[in-house]
């Protein structure tokens, strides 16, 4: 198999022009502001095999909930 052979006989599309919201978000985006954290790779991808294997869904909600829960524990 070729390179691009997967493009054969698909339709061509023309990239869409992302247009932001009126409050400058793009399509999306929510209002609220994130910021990257740097994590070791093997550590999230074993938490997110804890958390699938538990039902969960959402690794971000879990890192969320921890840090308020160590911030409300300062407090």
Do not use: C, I, N, Q
Request: proline share 5%; charged share 45%; no cysteine.
């Amino acid at each position: 198999m070729g390179r691009f052979d997967y493009l054969d006989g698909k339709k061509k599309t023309k990239p869409t022009k992302k247009t932001p919201a009126p409050d400058g978000r793009h399509k999306g985006e929510t209002g609220e502001r994130v910021e990257p954290v740097y994590v070791r790779k093997e550590t999230v991808r074993a938490v997110w095999r804890e958390v699938k294997k538990d039902g969960g869904e959402s690794v971000s909600e879990l890192v969320e909930d921890l840090l308020l829960r160590w911030l409300r524990e300062r407090a």
